[in-house]
């Protein structure tokens, strides 16, 4: 069982940055592939970025490769995702999310696990 509690969202004016943080518990953090989703409002949830388990190798939506970074330091049990040159359309509910152990990294929805409660990311114009 893997519990995963997000933070870091927030109001900023497009072109800004934010780092949001996904905490994990357990002990066993980097046996898990991670991501990172987003939930517009009257939209589906949609892929932003992944990172497998230990060396760290990424995926992106098209739409925020290069300019959001994906990250994770195992030693912390934290993921990250850095937002850069943000856009009003990058408006939504980001939600951290694991795959359960030993998995490789995915970009679809329906082959995580685990799931935090998201945070709001909010971006004005």
């Known amino acids: 069982q893997v519990e995963l509690v997000e933070s870091g969202g927030g109001l900023v004016q497009a072109g800004g940055s934010l780092k949001l943080s996904c905490a994990a518990s357990?002990?066993?953090?980097?046996?898990?592939?991670m991501g990172w989703f987003r939930q517009a409002p009257g939209k589906e949830r949609e892929f932003v970025a992944a990172i497998s388990r230990v060396i760290s190798i990424t995926g992106y939506a098209d739409s925020v490769k290069g300019r959001f970074t994906i990250s994770r330091d195992n030693a912390k049990n934290t993921m990250y995702l850095q937002l850069n040159t943000l856009k009003p359309e990058d408006t939504a509910v980001y939600y951290c999310a694991a795959r359960s152990s030993g998995l490789a990294m995915s970009r679809r929805n329906d082959d995580y696990d685990y799931w935090g409660q998201g945070t709001q990311v909010t971006v004005s114009s």
């Open positions: 357990g002990r066993t953090f980097s046996n898990h592939a």
